[in-house]
T-cell receptor, first 113, second 114 residues
Framework: EAQVTQNPRYLITVTGKKLTVTCSQNMNHEYMSWYRQDPGLGLRQIYYSMNVEVTDKGDVPEGYKVSRKEKRNFPLILESPSPNQTSLYFC????????????FGQGTRLTVV | AQSVTQLDSQVPVFEEAPVELRCNYSSSVSVYLFWYVQYPNQGLQLLLKYLSGSTLVESINGFEAEFNKSQTSFHLRKPSVHISDTAEYFCAVSDPRYGQNFVFGPGTRLSVLP
């Protein structure tokens, strides 16, 4: 089954404790991206990657890091989480510049206290 | 840069009634237009898209949207809704030059009442 898998689905952490949210896709897609979803703001892009070792900032990259060492994986790293990073995070993948749909993971709900 | 406006944050409607979810966008270049649906506790799923050609596009579950270039709108409609259509709906645009970098609207929560 074609899918984008995020882990964990739910996470509560404390301010300043480094964490990683993993994202993996099994569709051999070149393009992957991370979004955060906040009430009234929709989804905003954090980072994206057009292929292995190629990453770039989206609209709200501050406080986040990513890496793309393998085509299938695109982890999101919060080096020092803060309460304003409490949000619902989505990973998505698609064929690069494809006009068809992007596939989204089921989301990770992160709470930073 | 693009932006997307969804004027209605919540739309309650009775089952079997028609519904329209509004979407307006601004962009200095031509864009692709999308509607995504998010059911409770799930990720986003593509509902329909406009890339070019016919301005009226349809989904497999009875939704349709019409691209209106002069009004920069892409409203979503369904003539008769079901309880199962209860979800959050996101309008999005992308710049064809940059692949799948979507700009999403804030979303409209559709609640279908029995």
């Amino acid at each position: 089954e074609a899918q984008v898998t995020q882990n964990p689905r739910y996470l509560i952490t404390v301010t300043g404790k480094k964490l990683t949210v993993t994202c993996s896709q099994n569709m051999n897609h070149e393009y992957m991206s991370w979004y955060r979803q906040d009430p009234g703001l929709g989804l905003r892009q954090i980072y994206y990657s057009m292929n292995v070792e190629v990453t770039d900032k989206g609209d709200v990259p501050e406080g986040y890091k990513v890496s793309r060492k393998e085509k299938r994986n695109f982890p999101l790293i919060l080096e020092s989480p803060s309460p304003n990073q409490t949000s619902l995070y989505f990973c998505a993948s698609s064929r690069h510049r494809d006009k068809t749909e992007a596939f989204f993971g089921q989301g990770t709900r992160l709470t930073v206290v | 840069a693009q932006s997307v406006t969804q004027l209605d944050s919540q739309v309650p409607v009775f089952e079997e009634a028609p519904v329209e979810l509004r979407c307006n966008y601004s962009s200095s270049v031509s864009v692709y237009l999308f509607w995504y649906v998010q059911y409770p506790n799930q990720g986003l799923q593509l509902l329909l898209k406009y890339l070019s050609g016919s301005t009226l596009v349809e989904s497999i579950n009875g939704f349709e949207a019409e691209f209106n270039k002069s009004q920069t709108s892409f409203h979503l409609r369904k003539p008769s809704v079901h309880i199962s259509d209860t979800a959050e709906y996101f309008c999005a645009v992308s710049d064809p030059r940059y692949g799948q970098n979507f700009v999403f609207g804030p979303g409209t929560r559709l609640s279908v009442l029995p």
